[in-house]
């Protein structure tokens, strides 16, 4: 349409080659826009090229508002959407190069300058403005070109820098989303081991308490009455204790409150209906008393600097502290023919330390081997308070040893000045052994 306007006004009289011609010349850089994204480095060169050639044969067909118009398009495009910048820079150098050839060979053109100035009447002639009209016309047209395949440059550059933030704002975000959710499965992860570690301690715990207490009831049910009777009501009461404590585990399970973690669930006390708190030092006493066996005494102490100590220290670590306990007297019941066992927690606040040792005096018991997870469970709860444990016999002695050390800030490395974690405690009567695979049978 715009070619044929031109036409109206006689602006094509003096082209050398048919209306055929400009038609091809016009269609060939059309052709162009279908491929300017699949091959925006290819276009950009390809429209230097054409507008050199179309210059040459039909310099009034290119010339035409149009035609202009298509080449500003198909530059941006090709500078908005190379992906291979360094070959794009080529590609513009070459589309520059040649519209500058091309401007070279118009302004050569004596006449061909003469009447471009003549179109413009006869004040362009005498020369009215402050340049004569050979330079008004030359200035004029490099002004023109410049502002507009300038522009065409400038602004494809921006169009891409922007999609180049929009694609590393996408990415990052790719990349944030991916990795919430491994945090997230991270964390689904570590409930279900907390979660197993619990019920791995109630139940070993409780049932091994029931199977001494049933064997002791069994043993002396004809001769010591009082004695049975006494074995059965700690066996009713551990296996209450043991029922409570895994309907508090279990129920946390069925919980489904919206916007809340497993571990939110379980440290509130959510979706099990009533439950006791969970375990701290205070209850160890009371642990010491269900432990005690008619074959096996339990003293279980809790050493204090300064006095109250035990009463501050976080309830994660006085959770940890029962439980590894618990354990370890569940495994002297369980794996061992001690006739004694001695647990002692110790709450050292100027070193920032607390320290729990488990010894007993017996030996291992055959075929009782066990698979070690409750030795896993205790170097699993230390580990995630930035301690560690140690296990394994006691040297020069008979019997077995737990020691563990956890800092009071229950976060890893030291907690306070002089605790020194995994270090052997000032109080131990042995040297310790560290934890092997050859001790996690116990």
């Not at 160890?284 to 066996?293: F, G, M, Q």
């Amino acid at each position: 349409m715009g070619a044929e306007l031109m036409r109206s006004l006689g602006a094509f009289e003096n082209e050398r080659l048919g209306v055929g011609w400009q038609y091809v010349g016009m269609a060939s850089a059309a052709a162009l826009v279908a491929v300017r994204r699949s091959h925006p480095v290819l276009v950009t060169a390809l429209a230097g090229v054409h507008m050199l050639a179309l210059g040459l044969l039909v310099p009034m067909t290119m010339s035409t508002l149009p035609m202009q118009t298509l080449y500003f398009f198909l530059i941006f495009s090709g500078v908005a959407w190379a992906r291979d910048r360094r070959a794009l820079l080529a590609a513009v150098a070459l589309t520059l190069t040649l519209m500058a050839a091309w401007l070279a060979w118009t302004f050569a053109l004596g006449r061909g300058l003469e009447q471009m100035v003549s179109s413009f009447g006869p004040e362009a002639e005498e020369g009215a403005g402050l340049f004569s009209p050979v330079v008004g016309m030359v200035g004029y047209t490099l002004l023109v070109n410049v502002i507009f395949f300038g522009g065409a440059i400038v602004l494809g550059q921006v169009a891409w820098d922007g999609a180049r933030r929009t694609a590393q704002v996408l990415d990052q975000a790719r990349t944030i989303a991916a990795q919430a959710r491994r945090l997230r499965d991270q964390a689904v992860v570590d409930e279900r081991l907390r979660i197993a570690r619990e019920l791995h301690d109630v139940v070993a715990h409780h049932v091994s308490l029931m199977g001494v207490q049933a064997a002791a009831a069994r043993r002396v049910m004809g001769k010591d009455p009082d004695a049975a009777t006494a074995a059965l009501t700690s066996v009713e009461q551990s296996s209450r204790d043991a029922v409570t404590q895994m309907r508090g585990l279990l129920g946390t399970l069925r919980g489904h409150g919206e916007g809340e973690d497993l571990g939110q669930q379980v440290r509130e006390g959510e979706g099990a209906g009533e439950r006791d708190p969970q375990p701290s030092l205070a209850d160890l006493p009371r642990l010491a008393a269900r432990a005690t066996t008619s074959t096996c005494e339990v003293v279980v102490d809790v050493v204090e600097d300064p006095d109250g100590a035990a009463a501050r220290v976080a309830p994660p670590l006085q959770l940890t502290a029962y439980r590894v306990v618990q354990e370890a007297l569940a495994n002297v019941h369980r794996h061992s023919t001690a006739r004694s066992a001695r647990a002692v927690v110790r709450v050292d606040e100027a070193a920032g330390c607390l320290e729990i040792e488990v010894v007993d005096d017996g030996t291992a018991r055959a075929g009782t081997a066990g698979t070690g997870l409750g030795l896993l469970g205790m170097e699993e709860r230390a580990s995630h308070l930035g301690g560690r444990v140690e296990a394994g016999p006691r040297r020069g002695r008979a019997g077995w040893r737990v020691f563990v050390r956890v800092p009071l800030s229950g976060t890893p490395g030291p907690g306070g000045p002089g605790c020194a974690v995994g270090a052997p405690g000032a109080w131990a009567d042995d040297v310790p052994v560290e934890l092997s695979r050859a001790g996690a049978d116990r």
